[in-house]
């Protein structure tokens, strides 16, 4: 059996992560970069979304948490030049943060779903839930049945 960090993305994974690349690459959001998890499903999902959107990938150890004030403190240190970044982490944290910076309740964040944020920050460390607002929140479902943003 495989270590959970070893754990590779399953077919829909693949099949998710490439129908969310395509939506951040059409939509064209500019992001700097994507800071991801090294676990091998958030790695290969990441790379997938990188390649797709042609933007720098990141991986980083540190991203591989299942806590929410954890995944929070790594967040404020993300580098001040790093404007629009993507995160690809785990769940339950990413869950969490999420309903943490939206300003409404996320009732399910399911694998592969994307939350993006207006912060109001002037750095990272400033990142908290009064200076976010959630812009919006898809599913690779939601996309699929053609109820994207």
Not at 122 to 128: F, I, N, V
Request: charged residues 25%.
């Amino acid at each position: 059996m495989l270590e959970d960090h070893d754990r590779p993305l399953n077919a829909r994974g693949e099949r998710d992560s490439f129908t969310m690349a395509r939506y951040i690459a059409d939509i064209d959001e500019a992001l700097d970069v994507v800071f991801c998890s090294t676990a091998a499903r958030a790695l290969d999902f990441a790379q997938v979304i990188s390649e797709l959107a042609d933007i720098s990938l990141v991986p980083d150890l540190s991203f591989y948490t299942f806590d929410e004030d954890e995944l929070m403190e790594i967040l404020r240190s993300l580098p001040d030049h790093a404007n629009r970044v993507a995160i690809v982490a785990h769940n339950p944290a990413v869950h969490q943060v999420a309903n943490r910076l939206g300003d409404n309740q996320l009732e399910k964040f399911p694998t592969a779903g994307l939350a993006a944020f207006n912060c109001d920050i002037e750095s990272w460390r400033d990142l908290a839930e009064s200076n976010c607002a959630l812009a919006y929140f898809e599913t690779p479902k939601q996309l699929a049945a053609g109820h994207g943003e």
